[in-house]
């Protein structure tokens, strides 16, 4: 009795030390409000690519590291699996290893609830062009 109720304590604990780390960072559009005018149609924003939700979205610091100077995009030109389907994992790690850290130059398309849909680039090079040139295979919902 005493073994399986330390053994909830433990699942317990790592749980709630798990949660944060899983938190949207991202802030620059409201979940409910208006989209900022930098991130309307047509428009270009850049910056540091600070973290990588999955494989197809991440974090862009557009005037410092604040969550509301953060700005998720959903990457336009790749459809990553889900983190729970196959790839998912592994496509969530490669985004984060071509990217995470380095500047992203963007398009902004349109909203997406709380994240704007964007066709961004690193080093002038497409995420999604250097996704599939790793090896990692397109299987997410359509956008």
């Given amino acids: 009795m005493l073994r399986k109720a330390l053994q909830l304590i433990v699942v317990l604990a790592t749980s709630a030390v798990a949660l944060p780390a899983s938190a949207d960072p991202c802030k620059a ?3 409910r409000g208006p989209t900022p005018a930098y991130l309307a149609k047509g428009k270009a924003f850049s910056g540091p690519i600070t973290y990588v939700g999955d494989g197809d979205s991440l974090c862009v610091a557009v005037g410092g590291r604040a969550p509301e ?3 998720e995009v959903r990457v336009a030109d790749f459809y990553a699996p889900e983190l729970n389907a196959p790839g998912g994992r592994q496509a969530k790690a490669t985004l984060e290893r071509l990217a995470k850290g380095k500047r992203a130059v963007c398009s902004a398309r349109h909203r997406s609830h709380d994240r704007v849909v ?6 002038g090079a497409p995420i999604g062009d250097l ?3 790793a090896g990692v295979q397109e299987g997410g919902n359509g956008r």
Wanted: aromatic share 0%; hydrophobic share 55%.
């Fill in 29 to 31: 559009i409201p979940d």
């Fill in 118 to 123: 964007a066709v961004c680039a690193i080093g």
């Fill in 131 to 133: 996704m599939r040139g």
């Fill in 69 to 71: 100077n953060l700005v």
